[in-house]
């Protein structure tokens, strides 16, 4: 089994990262993560990139905006979290692994898991959410096995190449996480 890290981003992994976003033409991964919102075009050079994400952004004081995966060392995706309300403590969560080849073998699984590993054991947070589209099969499947139910289901509320999508709303609570450890 290849070794799955997450880790805060360095200059090669933002390196990596500028790739997936800004040069890779196929950009595979914008049909699955959030396809329904509009791609912006940037003409951000990679070393603007690299200076503009060097430092992390934390959310609370040991949470930080965005991780990133690693393969055996290699970039594999990121992580993200936001508030989706500060006042009640809701934290939302996101993963993406940009390289298709590494799809469908339960990679993007194991970087969930240990993300929600991570902001749990490092805050006091009551609850993580995850949001997605029902046409995100292995995002709802991945949810699912790191311990999220299906919380709400927003009928045709995204579309998606003309064609209409629920939105899902999936998460967990501490005790939840606390029961599967």
Not at 17 to 33: G, M, P
Request: hydrophobic residues 40%; aromatic residues 12%.
């Amino acid at each position: 089994m290849p070794n799955i890290n997450i880790e805060l981003p360095n200059e090669k992994l933002l390196s990596d990262l500028y790739f997936w976003l800004h040069v890779d033409e196929e950009k595979a991964s914008d049909n699955w993560n959030g396809p329904y919102f509009p791609r912006k075009k940037s003409d951000i050079t990679e070393d603007e990139f690299i200076k503009k994400q060097t430092e992390p952004t934390y959310l609370l004081e040991s949470i930080p905006k965005q991780m990133v995966i690693t393969i055996d060392g290699e970039f594999l995706g990121t992580l993200h979290a936001y508030w989706e309300s500060e006042v009640t403590n809701w934290m939302e969560i996101g993963i993406c692994i940009f390289n298709k080849h590494y799809w469908g073998k339960g990679l993007g699984t194991i970087a969930l898991q240990l993300w929600v590993d991570y902001i749990f054991e490092h805050s006091t947070l009551h609850r993580i959410g995850l949001t997605t589209w029902s046409g995100n099969y292995r995002m709802i499947k991945s949810a699912a096995k790191v311990g999220m139910i299906e919380e709400a289901r927003i009928r045709r509320a995204r579309i998606v190449k003309g064609e209409y999508y629920d939105s899902i709303k999936m998460g967990m609570l501490r005790e939840e996480w606390e029961a599967l450890r």
